[in-house]
């Protein structure tokens, strides 16, 4: 049971990329889904949550306007589309649930997968 980001990359400021969070052993659908990031020596911090139904969407101040999360439940996996990416968005990002229909927090996750990793560079 976990989930698995993935997508990560090197790409110029300016760019985009687009990551996914696959769930296996379980179906997502019920279930709020959050993108955190972590930068090496800094506390790891939200990025955004998508609800259950996909119908409400919170974004932090950092990447709202740039950042789009989506999620296909028929493929139990949800999206985090970045455009108009800085330097300061390098980081290893992950998808995370507390199984619960609210946004997951640091504290709430018990489990963190892998993460991936975007580096933002010329």
């Known amino acids: 049971v976990q989930l698995q980001a993935s997508g990560g990359g090197l790409v110029q400021p300016g760019g985009s990329l687009r990551l996914s969070c696959a769930a296996s052993?379980?179906?997502?659908?019920?279930?709020?889904i959050g993108w955190f990031r972590q930068v090496p020596g800094k506390e790891r911090e939200g990025v955004s949550c998508?609800?259950?139904?996909?119908?409400?969407?919170v974004y932090a101040s950092s990447v709202k306007g740039r950042f789009t999360i989506s999620r296909d439940n028929a493929k139990n996996t949800v999206y985090l589309q970045m455009k108009s990416l800085k330097p300061e968005d390098t980081a290893v990002y992950y998808c995370?649930?507390?199984?619960?229909?609210?946004?997951?927090?640091?504290?709430?996750?018990?489990?963190w997968g892998e993460g991936t990793l975007v580096t933002v560079s010329s």
């Open positions: 052993g379980f179906t997502l659908d019920r279930f709020a």
């Open positions: 998508i609800s259950s139904n996909g119908d409400s969407t």
């Open positions: 995370a649930t507390d199984y619960t229909r609210r946004c997951p927090t640091r504290d709430s996750v018990d489990y």
